[in-house]
Nanobody, 133 residues
Framework: QVQLVQSGGGSVHTGGSLRLSCVAS????????MGWFRQSPGKEREGVAG???????HTVDSVKDRFTVSNDNTENTLYLQMDSLKPEDTAMYYC???????????????????????????WGQGTQVNVSS
């Protein structure tokens, strides 16, 4: 199974930007759909954005105009560019990877909603993002 190691994150003020990275090892990400999830204290985990192995993306409405998911297959790396950050974006962010039967946006969106319903979703260690007003 693929192993995921995250970097990036930190603390910024409202309106600032951060970029998260997630490096995969043990397998090529060209087999996987990958995504970003977040969880803040007292709230359920939320899928934020994902990308399939062939470049189809899906971003949830709450961050759609501010966050951009991308990958670099040559570097086996997933990215999340976060712009115009708001205090409500404060959370622990996790990258994840899964092999989906279909690389459709619909399947990707379902995985972002219910990652535990998919066998063998692999998770990164998490990285904290803090946005202060």
């Amino acid at each position: 199974q693929v192993q995921l190691v995250q970097s990036g994150g930190g603390s910024v003020h409202t309106g600032g930007s951060l970029r998260l990275s997630c490096v995969a090892s043990g397998d090529s990400i060209t087999r996987y759909s990958m995504g970003w999830f977040r969880q803040s204290p007292g709230k359920e985990r939320e899928g934020v954005a994902g990308i399939t192995w062939d470049g189809v993306t899906h971003t949830v409405d709450s961050v759609k105009d501010r966050f951009t998911v991308s990958n670099d297959n040559t570097e086996n790396t997933l990215y999340l560019q976060m712009d115009s950050l708001k205090p409500e974006d404060t959370a622990m962010y996790y990258c994840a990877a899964v092999i989906l039967g279909s690389s459709s946006r619909e399947n990707l969106a379902i995985w972002l909603l219910m990652p535990d319903a998919f066998e063998k979703t692999a998770w990164g260690q998490g990285t904290q993002v803090n946005v202060s007003s």
